[in-house]
């Protein structure tokens, strides 16, 4: 049984989104990414939802005020089931870290995927994703048994227009601005723990989170 939620911090290709699959489907922790969260409340119709839709609709940046409200309801839904949590994306900003403080969320560690530069453009170059379960492949070190299908539904996997090469480098610019900061934020907490990427397996990594999230 998971003891902890965990936030995941990393540069754009670090395995994050991977390696929070691997941990849903190894233990009873559930995966909570802001993508997912926009869908389900556009899916369900909610206020939240409807303003997503339009914001999104548009090509514009969803706002904090938004994106922070929606990540509170949803925290609060899993924490009256008893859930644990993995954030995943989220928060991208100082401003972000500092409204989940205001929320008393405490129970959590904070995972630090460090991964080279020079890897993740390899790696976010070769990612695709299934069009239906979102669950992603990378041709270099995870490659679906069944490309260019998935193996969980046998659906075509896709590329995201941000994996593209003249997109990726834009992207890790933004990250170094907006997100980078957190590292810092988080260790003054003494909630950081640095996980090494590049040179571990999927199994040894998620090993090695299950480890700090149960000892720590």
Known sequence: MVEKNIIFLGMPGSGKGTISSFLQEKE?????????IFREEIKNKTQLGLEVEKIVSLGAYVPDSITNEIV??????????NKKFILDGFPRTIEQAKFLDELNFDNYVVIYLDVEKEEVIKRLSQ???????KRSYNLSNFKSKK???????????????????????????????????????????????????????IDKIVDKILFIINSK
């Open 28 to 36: 009873d922790i559930i995966q909570v990414s802001t993508g997912d």
């Open 72 to 81: 509170k309801n949803k925290i609060a839904k899993l924490e009256k089931d």
């Open 127 to 133: 990612r695709f994703f299934c069009s239906k379960c």
């Open 147 to 201: 490309h260019p299908n998935c193996e969980n539904d046998d659906n075509l996997l896709i590329q995201r227009p941000d994996d593209q090469p003249s997109a990726i480098e834009k992207r890790l610019e933004v990250y170094q601005q907006q997100t980078e900061p957190l590292i810092d934020f988080y260790k003054k907490k003494n909630k950081l723990f640095v996980i090494e990427v590049n040179n571990n397996s």
